[in-house]
């Protein structure tokens, strides 16, 4: 009789869930709202992973009790505060049933390494860097934001983007095409505008938030300095990471996997991956890098795969 075996991925915009069998058949998806407990709270974080877990049980007409083992890659599983948190709501979910939780940067290592070992640079909505040699060791930078030293991300681009856009308009930088462009992620027509917006609001809507990283790789496309500069600054930030990680592990020498996770890194201009490998190749001149074709969930099933297999070899 067929296993069923479910992977999760809990990231800042979305959580995905998949359920397959121990043969690697994928068998129902779902989704929900965001997973970050950070930013969105405990509980709309287990209400998005209710949701994506419910949508797959209910595909299959089988319920919780159904599972034979379960992990749940969060982003916001971080620091032991963090685990304290998110042990606990996970196995509300997931009650008796077998089941791990951990940083979602491991599941998408997994999903494009069956050795299991590299750097995982994560820049998406936010930013996160992890990384896990041959022998199994493992180190995961704070990944709070910038005051605990880490960056990079949408919501770090979308900042930075609104900034140099009003030292456009005021002339304390260069002209830059994001004087023209940011104005229209709001709907508006000038900064001055978008001045008052913000006044008035603390931060975008959300669905600006989404908008205006994208704007910023396609004027970068079109040559605007100063949108290719944020780019590279970014890139050139997460590959200190990176490196610095692979220096810790005693990668230096090594063909050191690099996995670029994230809706920037999958952004049309290469720009950002290239600062990234750049900055990165000054520590580990044979590094690479990849970017997952599969999403982060299919790495939670895989590994949900693996605990199974070593149970069952046993």
Same mark, same amino acid.
């Given at each position: 009789?067929?296993?069923?075996?479910?992977?999760?991925?809990?990231?800042?915009?979305?959580?995905?869930?998949?359920?397959?069998?121990?043969?690697?058949?994928?068998?129902?998806?779902?989704?929900?709202?965001?997973?970050?407990?950070?930013?969105?709270?405990?509980?709309?974080?287990?209400?998005?992973?209710?949701?994506?877990?419910?949508? +797959?049980?209910?595909?299959?007409?089988?319920?919780?009790?159904?599972?034979?083992?379960?992990?749940?890659?969060?982003?916001?599983?971080?620091?032991?505060?963090?685990?304290?948190?998110?042990?606990?709501?996970?196995?509300?979910?997931?009650?008796?049933?077998?089941?791990?939780?951990?940083?979602?940067?491991?599941?998408?290592?997994?999903?494009?390494?069956?050795?299991?070992?590299?750097?995982?640079?994560? +820049?998406?909505?936010?930013?996160?860097?992890?990384?896990?040699?041959?022998?199994?060791?493992?180190?995961?930078?704070?990944?709070?934001?910038?005051?605990?030293?880490?960056?990079?991300?949408?919501?770090?681009?979308?900042?930075?983007?609104?900034?140099?856009?009003?030292?456009?308009?005021?002339?304390?930088?260069?002209?830059?095409?994001?004087?023209?462009?940011?104005?229209?992620?709001?709907?508006?027509?000038?900064?001055?505008?978008?001045?008052?917006?913000?006044?008035?609001?603390?931060?975008?809507?959300?669905?600006?938030?989404?908008?205006?990283?994208?704007?910023?790789?396609?004027?970068?496309?079109?040559?605007?300095?100063?949108?290719?500069?944020?780019?590279?600054?970014?890139?050139?930030?997460?590959?200190?990471?990176?490196?610095?990680?692979?220096?810790?592990?005693?990668?230096?020498?090594?063909?050191?996997? +690099?996995?670029?996770?994230?809706?920037?890194?999958?952004?049309?201009?290469?720009?950002?991956?290239?600062?990234?490998?750049?900055?990165?190749?000054?520590?580990?001149?044979?590094?690479?890098?990849?970017?997952?074709?599969?999403?982060?969930?299919?790495?939670?099933?895989?590994?949900?795969?693996?605990?199974?297999?070593?149970?069952?070899?046993?």
């Amino acid at each position: 009789m067929s296993q069923y075996l479910l992977g999760l991925d809990g990231g800042g915009t979305k959580v995905h869930a998949i359920i397959g069998n121990e043969k690697g058949e994928i068998l129902a998806q779902g989704f929900g709202g965001p997973g970050n407990y950070q930013t969105c709270g405990q509980d709309q974080c287990r209400a998005s992973m209710m949701k994506a877990v419910g949508d +797959c049980l209910t595909a299959l007409s089988i319920s919780i009790d159904d599972l034979a083992y379960g992990v749940f890659g969060l982003s916001g599983y971080d620091e032991p505060q963090d685990f304290q948190v998110l042990d606990p709501l996970v196995h509300s979910i997931m009650g008796q049933v077998p089941h791990k939780v951990m940083h979602d940067s491991w599941i998408g290592l997994r999903s494009v390494s069956e050795e299991n070992f590299g750097v995982v640079s994560i +820049c998406g909505t936010g930013g996160a860097t992890t990384g896990r040699n041959k022998e199994g060791q493992t180190i995961a930078l704070r990944n709070l934001g910038y005051i605990f030293g880490n960056r990079g991300g949408g919501h770090e681009l979308v900042e930075k983007a609104i900034h140099f856009a009003f030292r456009s308009e005021e002339g304390t930088y260069d002209k830059s095409s994001l004087e023209v462009e940011i104005p229209k992620c709001f709907g508006l027509s000038n900064m001055a505008q978008v001045a008052d917006a913000l006044r008035e609001e603390e931060w975008p809507e959300p669905q600006v938030a989404h908008v205006i990283p994208p704007m910023v790789f396609e004027e970068a496309l079109k040559g605007d300095h100063v949108a290719v500069e944020l780019l590279q600054d970014m890139g050139i930030t997460m590959g200190q990471y990176a490196g610095g990680l692979i220096k810790r592990l005693g990668m230096e020498d090594m063909e050191v996997p +690099c996995v670029m996770i994230g809706s920037l890194f999958k952004q049309k201009h290469p720009v950002l991956h290239h600062a990234y490998l750049g900055q990165v190749r000054k520590t580990a001149p044979k590094a690479y890098g990849l970017i997952p074709d599969l999403p982060p969930a299919y790495g939670a099933y895989y590994l949900a795969m693996d605990a199974v297999s070593r149970k069952g070899n046993k």
